[in-house]
């Protein structure tokens, strides 16, 4: 997978909604696993959700349950993560990833975006 790249990052306020997006570049974009990570200050780089090539299968952190949900677009290369309820510990660096497998572990992602902030107030 070539290039990711993160976007719609932002503050808001606890309660509060934001949209992610990841746009890939490259041909084989519906080939790939595609993952949202995040990383606290402080902390190590964390699971949040994980969409299969297809769409079909997603899995998510429980801290993401109910709250979070992650879609791709194939036709645009792109994957979203659709975040409301947000609470001040979702405070964060999200990162966009994308694998061969449907994994929890940052480990198992191949490729990598440079993040977006996002920043809850409580």
């Known amino acids: 997978q070539g290039q990711l790249v993160e976007s719609g990052g932002g503050l808001v306020q606890a309660g509060g909604s934001l949209r992610l997006s990841c746009a890939a570049s490259g041909r084989t974009f519906s080939s790939y696993v595609m993952g949202w990570f995040r990383q606290a200050p402080g902390k190590e780089r964390e699971f949040v959700a994980v969409i299969s090539s297809s769409g079909a299968r997603t899995v998510y952190a429980d801290s993401a349950k109910g709250r979070f949900t992650i879609s791709r677009d194939n036709a645009k290369n792109t994957v979203y993560l659709q975040m409301n309820s947000l609470k001040p510990e979702d405070t964060a660096v999200y990162y966009c990833?994308?694998?061969?497998?449907?994994?929890?572990?940052?480990?198992?992602?191949?490729?990598w975006g440079k993040g977006t902030l996002v920043t809850v107030s409580s």
């Open positions: 990833a994308a694998g061969r497998v449907v994994t929890m572990t940052p480990g198992g992602m191949n490729s």
